[in-house]
């Protein structure tokens, strides 16, 4: 089912601002493919791999909001923070079941590189026993660190809406729920980025943020990727170098977001007024979230 092509991209009607809240979906795994597009295994994989770190993640953006909102005094928002971590919990606990249900039912064990995400999440970006000063400016390091992860977010949200993944074979139900999940993370773009302002986090302290958080996160999704590949019996185990090469290709052929676009997007954030707004497009996110399978599903 094709929703919202490239060449619908950008629909006129602006809704203005949308009160962010969680939206029930509801997927039914069964006999799920592991190359979910049958044409790309390795864009199969690397897109799959945020599986093994989006719940841990989400996790942890949701608990350093709900240490930031006591200090929140601006209504407005509290009411965006609320919203996203609605929609986080919600992505977390929806991509949890894809590790056992799509993963594991096809022979990759999540278990080791999950464990790892634990780690990163809850011991080393999480909260410290410190106090005063030094505990509320740890809170801030994390805050600016979601908001740097949540503009690779949105961009790979907008991303996903607009690729025609249908013709790579794309099954219906995994590609609905990543562009599901990318509608919703255009749809709260900005509210990372507001938190981090907010609570003091100027163009120094993102960009230097930022400066480590793209390759760590590039880092860390090859190194998924490999994962992922090492455990497919129908695939050969390929090194570093090798698996690389087809990732290229599959950026080549649109299977996957290409390298030039991916650093634009990277070095946009270290303009001198850089905002979130203008990545991807709300009308479009807010129309594909009224027509996701998944959602309606959940409300029928």
Known sequence: MKLLRRGERRPDTDPGEVALHARNVQFRWADTPLHWMADEPIAS???????????????????????????????????????????????????????????????????????????????????????????????????????????????????????????????????????????????????????????????????????????????LVARGTKFMVHQDPSLPDYGYPRLILRVFGSMWRGALPGVPSLLRSAVSTFQPGYHPESVGSTAQAVAYLAKSPAAQAAAS
Request: proline share 4%; glycine share 6%.
């Open 45 to 219: 994989h690397l897109i799959n791999s945020l599986n093994l770190l989006l719940p841990e993640g989400e996790r942890m953006f949701c608990a350093a909001y709900a240490e930031a909102l006591p200090f929140v005094k601006d209504e407005k928002l509290r009411e965006a923070m609320l919203g996203f971590i609605g929609q986080e919990s919600m992505h977390a606990e929806t991509h949890d079941k894809v590790l056992t249900e799509v993963l594991a039912a096809n022979g990759i064990d999540p278990a080791p590189y999950v464990r790892q995400a634990e780690y990163l999440f809850r011991k080393t970006l999480g909260p410290k026993e410190v106090d005063g000063v030094a505990q509320h400016q740890m809170m801030v390091e994390r805050l600016t660190i979601i908001a740097c992860l949540e503009h690779f977010f949105a961009y790979l949200g907008d991303w996903i809406l607009n690729a025609d993944l249908e013709k790579f074979g794309a099954h219906p139900q995994v590609a609905d729920l990543f562009r599901w999940h990318g509608a919703e993370e255009v749809e709260h773009r900005n509210v990372a980025h507001d938190v981090a302002v907010y609570f003091g986090a100027g163009y120094v302290r993102r960009a230097a943020l930022m400066t480590l958080v793209f390759p760590i996160f590039i880092t």
